[in-house]
């Protein structure tokens, strides 16, 4: 079965209006009581290295300091090995699993995921070119886990932000564009979950796309406007931006209580 979510994602608030409603209806997740259960005792460790050494291979840090992937070439190369991971990932039977040990899964299943539709449908300038209008493909069943068919935004909200409520979920799930935070080098793990988050977060924090402008305008990514609510407030997402932020962040941010403007770049983050 296909699991139905009423949860706008960040795609679908530029598509449509007026956008006061769209920000309002953006919330909860939609899996309910069916969502999937965690095992606090277990030790069992999930298998990511073919993940990991697809990331090595076909992600680069690029010239502006994003990182960007050789869409075509694993397409060329690789496409029957990025196959036989998300396979394998479907095939786990997750509820087995510890809570980081699920996060680090959720979130490689979801990048996985998204290189999966990004090389099905190259030639490509941006992820939204997919579908009608924009719509890009967050909405269309992506994976099957336990007999669940799940969609991209099932993954991102009704699983991630709908367990976890952890903010850094933004920087971990890449939406194979430009403006997003980086597709990391590495797969997550459940070990090196805290790390890899946390350098996320700086990583983003720091770069132009995340946070720019000058000292008394400051400009944010549209991140922190269509998930505002899970920071709760613009206060709050600058005090975020602040426990991370250096050097020019830093003084940028230093002071600031309001963002003046937002911005997302939805060119594909493609080599």
Request: hydrophobic share 45%.
């Amino acid at each position: 079965m296909t699991i139905s979510n009423p949860t706008l994602s960040r795609r679908h608030l530029l598509a449509a209006a007026p956008a006061t409603a769209l920000l309002a209806a953006c919330g909860g997740g939609g899996l309910g009581e069916e969502s999937f259960k965690a095992d606090p005792a277990s030790g069992q460790v999930i298998d990511h290295s073919a993940w990991n050494s697809l990331l090595g291979e076909y992600v680069s840090e690029g010239p502006q300091g994003v990182n960007l992937v050789a869409y075509a070439r694993l397409k060329a190369e690789a496409a029957d090995r990025l196959a036989a991971y998300i396979a394998a990932m479907e095939a786990v039977t997750i509820e087995a699993f510890g809570p980081d040990e699920q996060f680090a899964y959720w979130v490689n299943l979801y990048n996985a995921a998204t290189v999966s539709v990004i090389i099905a449908n190259l030639p490509l300038e941006s992820i939204r070119d997919i579908g009608v209008l924009g719509a890009g493909p967050w909405r269309d069943k992506a994976v099957t886990v336990a007999g669940r068919d799940l969609t991209l935004d099932n993954i991102e909200h009704d699983i991630l932000r709908a367990t976890w409520k952890d903010v850094r979920i933004h920087y971990a799930v890449n939406c194979a564009s430009f403006g997003c935070p980086n597709l990391a080098r590495e797969a997550y793990t459940g070990a090196r979950l805290e790390p890899m988050l946390e350098a996320a977060a700086r990583a983003y924090v720091n770069h132009p796309r995340g946070f720019g402008g000058e000292p008394g305008r400051v400009v944010a990514s549209s991140i922190y406007d269509w998930y505002r609510a899970d920071w709760g407030s613009v206060e709050a997402v600058l005090d975020h931006a602040r426990k991370y932020a250096e050097g020019p962040s830093a003084k940028l941010l230093e002071g600031a209580d309001a963002i003046a403007a937002y911005d997302y770049n939805w060119s594909l983050n493609a080599a």
